[in-house]
């Protein structure tokens, strides 16, 4: 059983000197990406390192991805940057009651988790993950029928649910000790008076196991449900990521260049001082397109999960490097194929259930959609009395 992680003195002070010291703004960055199909740009190597663009794909890539990939840069600045202390998005192996502790179940294409819901894909062949890339629209939060939940992040936060989509590498497996994600929140508000809001943000977490790094806001950059955004996150090298996010309705974008470490979060989550500077660099081993629950900073709980309808995944696009790769070049582009899904299930009391309650998806003919759909519980099965016709139950 995991130990509740101990709450820093200041954690809001913490946070944000964790924040200086990783997160970096970034510079207007123009260039000029104008190439035959599967040749280098010039100057695109500069560009790329100056956070504009995703790995250029080789001549080994799809043509039809291609398209898709190198249409995504980042033209302004970075705005500012906010540490939030209320929320993290964790690897399913580090939350209590995760279902299969991170480890794949060999054999099937399903998983199970208790804040995960959507997709990973593993890297093969002597290839690691570099860059993933997908485009959603933020989902709203229906009104739920059950009581208001009582979960709060802290003593001055109301009750709330959550719904958290986003992007990342690596995190899915046990042995994977970071997790750069970008992404964004619908949170259904319960204030007093029987009030209700919907509030919506844009955020970017670099996940490190057993640190307290939660998720930092893009200050400036408005998300509402129904925008349309697309983000990406490209490896710069092991120990640094750019993440941009766009939101396509409003024309606004953001981005970050993040450093992976020291670990200088404050104190372990078992409770141990923090004494050692060890970088969690990104070993690339998979990919994953996902829609949580995140977790409750400083705690083991994981926020309700409001009624989201479902979420649709487009342009799930991953780029794969070999070794001795420069990062600024991809070996190959790769979409939903050998992919896993994940099914999000609760526990549930009087009766004990574990009923799902995300249930991911491949629409058939397009391996770069997924669709993830809100599932509401079915009441459970009243048993009839003896001489009663038998009836279908739902599953």
């Not at 995190?171 to 619908?186: D, E, K, L, N």
């Not at 999960?305 to 190959?332: S, W, Y």
């Not at 299930?345 to 574990?354: G, I, L, M, T, V």
């Not at 491949?362 to 003896?386: C, F, H, M, S």
Request: hydrophobic share 35%.
């Amino acid at each position: 059983m995991s130990r509740t992680p101990r709450r820093p003195a200041d954690p809001a002070r913490a946070a944000a000197e964790a924040l200086a010291r990783r997160a970096e703004r970034l510079a207007e960055c123009r260039d000029d990406p104008r190439s035959h199909f599967g040749e280098l740009p010039a100057g695109f190597e500069a560009a790329f390192h100056a956070g504009a663009r995703l790995p250029w794909p080789g001549p080994r890539a799809a043509r039809h991805l291609v398209e898709r990939w190198v249409a995504l840069r980042r033209t302004g600045a970075s705005g500012t940057m906010r540490a939030e202390q209320q929320a993290e998005h964790r690897g399913r192996s580090d939350v209590a009651g995760s279902s299969n502790s991170g480890t794949d179940l060999a054999g099937s294409v399903w998983q199970g988790s208790s804040n995960w819901s959507g997709a990973f894909t593993t890297a093969r062949g002597g290839l690691r993950f570099s860059s993933v890339t997908a485009r959603w629209r933020v989902p709203d939060a229906r009104v739920n029928h059950v009581a208001p939940p009582g979960v709060t992040g802290s003593e001055d936060s109301p009750p709330s649910r959550r719904c958290s989509v986003w992007i990342g590498l690596d995190g899915h497996r046990a042995v994977a000790r970071s997790m750069p994600q970008i992404g964004t929140t619908t949170k259904e508000v319960f204030l007093d008076r029987g009030r209700r809001e919907v509030r919506c943000y844009a955020w970017a977490q670099w996940w490190v196991r057993g640190e307290n790094y939660g998720e930092v806001k893009f200050e400036g950059f408005t998300v509402s449900p129904g925008d349309e955004v697309v983000c990406w996150l490209a490896l710069l090298d092991p120990r640094r990521v750019v993440m941009c996010i766009r939101n396509e309705t409003t024309g606004a974008e953001d981005s970050v260049l993040w450093r992976s470490g020291p670990k200088d979060g404050g104190a372990r989550r078992d409770g141990a001082e923090q004494a050692h500077d060890d970088p969690a660099p990104v070993q690339g081993m998979g990919a994953v397109w996902v829609v949580e629950r995140p977790t409750v900073m400083y705690q083991e709980l994981l926020y309700p999960l409001p009624d989201f309808g479902e979420v649709e995944f487009r342009d799930c696009i991953a780029g794969l490097r070999r070794a001795d790769q420069p990062f600024h070049e991809v070996a190959e582009l790769r979409a939903l194929e050998g992919r896993r899904l994940i099914r999000m299930f609760d526990q549930r009391a009087e009766p004990w259930r574990a009923p799902r309650i995300s249930l991911p998806e491949n629409p058939v003919g397009d391996r770069t959609r997924l669709l993830v759909r809100y599932r509401e519980e079915q009441p459970p099965a009243i048993p009839k009395a003896a001489g009663s016709p038998p009836s279908a139950v739902a599953a």
